[in-house]
């Protein structure tokens, strides 16, 4: 009882326990609420960070298949048309200006960008780069776009070997997108094997103003357009919606490669 009535009556102040230390720096349970004088300190500001989640839960889906059927659907269209298939040759091009702008174009380009959300660079700057390209080409034909005034106020043969030139640079382009894909599939290798020559023929069926080569070309590229088809299909139809998946022709069985560090470890 003295050791009370002297503990109370002592003027020295309160010493904390550890516990009631550790309790007020940390904030268990929010702020201390028996020392309402206590000047407790505001907690320092804490550092915000957003970290992608990882590919399994993403909500955006494989675009690929989009990007593929937009492409060939389009492309065997104006493979038709170009090849003389039905129309005639040279007729009914201007018809695929809505197609090449909303179907060819935005749907492809916005493929294109989700396949870069999801990490997959090569068929984003594929999809995005002709998205773009059939984006041009139906603007191109739109009447009212200014570009096709400019077009007919140019010699025909200076605008065939522009087109020749056009041609040549995309060439190039989807023989690195080739060049990317021969440990691919053998469906990949083809889809990219006939678009490449089918641009081979464009580029020199304007610059010789040859009508049998450009005609040649064009029927690559209906086979390029049915090849981006059958993969589209490839990726939608499989065991889960479908009797059996579509072979592709996997012949290339990649070899994985050893994290030095790892190798370490494990040993």
Known sequence: MSNLLSGAGSSSPHQESPAEHKSIETGYGGPPTHYPAYPYPPPPPQEIRIIAPPVQFRRFGNAAAL???TFGICTVQQSMMD?????????????MAGQSIAVAGVAQFAAGL??????DTFEGAAFTSFGASWFAKGLAQFPGSGVIAYQESESPEVARKQRGIIALTW?????????????SHVANIVLFSTLNLEIDFECAGAWTGNERITKAGAW??????LSAMYNAAAILLNEENFWFNLPVGNWYTPVPIQDEEAAIYDE
């Open 83 to 95: 090849a003389g298939i039905s129309v005639g040759y040279g007729h009914g091009t201007n018809s």
């Open 114 to 119: 989700w396949q870069i959300a999801n990490g």
């Open 67 to 69: 990007g593929l059927i």
């Open 220 to 225: 690559f590229g209906f086979f390029c357009g």
């Open 171 to 183: 060439g190039i382009w989807v023989f690195i997108l080739l060049a990317g894909n021969v440990k």
